[in-house]
């Protein structure tokens, strides 16, 4: 694998300006976080209420992620980006301003930090699916890097921002800088021109069919598959860093918020550091090895907070957390995003996004209980442990396997044969192709009919199976059903250039001249 500058994205001036407008969104994201933490604990004592903060944050992400990832996928993704950002700079700014003006309650500020977390839930999958658009494909991976690091730096910095603003301008200078944190985005997001994408004739997708649509290809999907089992046996373990370290920060290591910050700054650092080596070590190590040495860079750091209660050592450690967190993150991201076509990729990232909520929020979860019945080092020692065991367990699932597929539309199957046009709507549809196979050739046939059988149920067949003429040995009958003639149309739109391989492989298996018989069932007209 040829070894990638990890600065080489930058030289595309779409995702620069983007990526920069997207570090100072981040950032007054970062700052809103430490506010309304701090705002709630200043309206109400109620530990429960303090909590609900990080839940009204966190929740909107894993219970919107597919409906969010559907419409990125059937709507204008650059629109979609003006409009819910221009809409969370405007709830900012009508927070900053009830905050200022003394009004706010503590169940009021919940609402707000709902409905920005709303926001962005709608924003994320969209984000991650224009990625491929700003850069070559060969820089895709620096790419993820680089949105991943940037994150990691706005986490660094931001609350070290909103703590000076809030000491010199009150609690609600860090919601108005984060409203005019939206409007940056906002100005990035005119300026950018995006190439034009591929528009289909048919009609789009309505919200619900898209979603099972999405859906569907990810169950389907080996290469996306293997990236969510992956992504769930890193994100349960390595949760007990993250949650738990405001406790290590106040207990274990006996400081406060300034070293909290501290910590979280070294973790922003360690992110830089490891979106520098990740274009050495990758090419190196490929994808499963580099995940596997992320994973036990965090067993690694779990183990130097439980047995070592000094603050130099929990810095180092963050150090390293951020470089391990780096390596795991975009490996998996990169996995996700060579494993989906363009047009279900935002779905296909909003269920990797819902896997990765869903296993941090669990595992934050179950080691706070952990860490109540046993003590915080216990379940520490514990999270390094399992996060070990997770690596044999699920090596199996081999990340990158989208690499080298090629997801575009091949566009190579022919219009299907009617007698005339017919209502879209009608349905189901069964297909039915009749192969003449030799005996010899029979078990290679049904090994490629069982890869046809995945690439059938992605593109949106609902039943599929394959059968043998019980008269004539050697004569199968394929058969899948669709729910409607214009989900077989958008089907033939969907097949991949990965797709053509296995049935141009299918075809060179059936005896004779002619093609492989063809025909469309449909279900009679209501009368």
């Known amino acids: 694998m040829k070894s990638v500058s990890p600065w080489a994205p930058f030289r595309q001036p779409a995702f620069a300006v983007l990526w920069i407008a997207t570090v100072v969104s981040n950032t007054g994201t970062a700052m809103h976080s430490l506010g309304s933490g701090w705002l709630m604990t200043t309206l109400t004592p109620d530990p429960l209420m303090v909590a609900l903060v990080q839940a009204a944050t966190m929740g909107p992400l894993l219970l919107l992620a597919l409906p969010s990832g559907a419409l990125a996928d059937i709507l204008n993704r650059q629109r979609l980006l003006l409009t819910v950002n221009g809409l969370m700079a405007l709830a900012a700014a009508t927070l900053a301003g009830l905050v200022a003006l003394g009004w706010m309650s503590a169940t009021l500020l919940l609402f707000f930090v709902f409905l920005l977390g709303t926001g962005a839930a709608f924003i994320a999958p969209a984000w ?5 658009q700003l850069v070559p494909r060969e820089t895709l991976g620096a790419a993820i890097a680089l949105n991943s690091t940037g994150i990691n730096v706005s986490r660094a910095i931001g609350p070290a921002l909103a703590g000076v603003l809030i000491v010199g301008g009150g609690l609600a200078a860090p919601f108005f800088v984060n409203s005019l944190s939206f409007l940056v985005i906002v100005a990035a997001l005119l300026w950018w021109r995006p190439a034009p994408q591929p528009v289909s004739a048919l009609p789009v997708e309505g ?14 999907s080996a290469p996306l598959r293997a990236t969510l089992v992956r992504g769930a046996a890193f994100f349960l373990f390595a949760s007990a860093y993250w949650g738990l370290l405001p406790l290590i920060a106040r207990t274990s290591l006996g400081g406060g918020a300034r070293l909290y910050g501290v ?6 650092v360690g992110a830089v550091l490891g979106a520098v080596l990740l274009s050495w070590v990758k090419p190196r190590l490929g994808a499963d090895r580099t995940v596997a040495l992320g994973t036990l860079g965090t067993a690694l750091v779990l183990v130097v907070f439980s047995l070592i209660a000094n603050p130099y050592a929990g810095a180092l450690a963050s ?9 795991v993150l975009s490996s998996l991201q990169l996995s996700a995003q060579t494993a989906l076509p363009n047009w279900v990729r935002a779905r296909g990232l909003s269920v990797f996004m819902m896997v990765f909520a869903g296993s941090m929020a669990l595992g934050s979860a179950l080691w706070g209980l952990i860490a109540a019945q046993l003590g915080i080092d216990a ?7 399992s996060a070990l065991v997770a690596i044999p367990l699920t090596w199996r699932a081999k990340l990158g396997q989208g690499e080298g597929l090629d997801l575009a539309p091949s566009m190579h199957w022919p219009a299907p044969l009617v007698l005339a046009d017919q209502p879209q709507e009608r349905g189901p549809v069964m297909t039915m192709i009749e192969y003449r196979i030799d005996a010899a050739d029979a078990p290679v046939f049904l090994a490629l009919m069982g890869e046809q059988a995945q690439a059938r149920r992605r593109s949106g067949a609902v039943q599929w199976w394959i059968m043998e003429d019980a008269a004539a040995p050697g004569r199968y009958v394929e058969t899948f059903v669709e729910g409607s003639w214009l989900a077989h149309l958008r089907h033939h739109e969907r097949v991949a250039g990965a797709d053509r391989v296995i049935q141009e492989q299918i075809r060179a298996l059936h005896r004779g001249n002619a093609p492989p018989l063809v025909r469309h069932l449909l279900a009679p007209p209501v009368v």
């Open 128 to 132: 991650q699916a224009i990625v491929p």
């Open 207 to 220: 919200l619900g069919e898209a979603m099972v649509n999405g859906l569907r290809y990810a169950l389907h």
């Open 263 to 268: 910590l979280l700054g070294c973790v922003g």
């Open 319 to 327: 150090l390293l957390a951020g470089v391990s967190w780096i390596f």
């Open 379 to 385: 379940a520490l020692l514990i999270a390094a442990g």
